[in-house]
């Protein structure tokens, strides 16, 4: 997987392009390669405008489609709505916790009202909070095959 630190190490003509080809088994990008490709199209493209479309050219799993859309409920622009998805991503328990990508979301989300960040974060903690950020199964799905591995082991 190509991350934003190495997309400055490649000699890749369009990084988008490359990110948005990229998945995991399941066909959908997985919440680390969402993150990272919003914080490469910010700091490769720059326009807030269109980073709806850009975003929803991924392959966007079910339950990040139904959470974005309705956090993009809350807000006036379909782009904030990916700004706090990748700020919840990055900070969330056992998130990205990266100070760039940190650093690169700061300045349009200092802007929103912290009722909408905060309401933000309940439909994503709810929506996606079970999921990893590199797989779409669930964590709950992870502890029960654990538990059922060490039971038959």
Not at 30 to 37: E, H, K, N, S
Not at 53 to 60: E, G, V
Not at 103 to 117: G, K, P, Y
Not at 127 to 148: E, I, P
Request: aromatic fraction near 8%; hydrophobic fraction near 40%; charge should be negative.
């Amino acid at each position: 997987m190509l991350s934003v630190v190495d997309a400055y190490d490649v000699a890749c003509p369009d990084l988008l392009t490359v990110m948005r080809g990229q998945h995991d088994e399941s066909g959908f990008a997985t919440m680390r390669m969402v993150a990272q490709g919003i914080h490469a199209y910010l700091l490769t493209d720059g326009s807030f405008d269109s980073l709806d479309n850009y975003c929803w050219s991924l392959s966007i799993h079910n339950d990040l489609r139904d959470a974005i859309e309705e956090v993009g409920a809350l807000v006036a622009e379909p782009s904030v709505a990916w700004l706090l998805l990748a700020h919840w991503i990055n900070s969330r328990s056992g998130g990205l916790g990266d100070p760039e990508l940190s650093n690169a979301l700061t300045a349009q989300l200092s802007r929103l009202d912290r009722s909408i960040v905060s309401k933000a974060k309940r439909t994503f903690d709810r929506s996606l909070g079970l999921y990893g950020l590199d797989d779409w199964k669930s964590s709950r799905l992870r502890r029960l095959t654990s538990l059922l591995n060490r039971a038959a082991g």
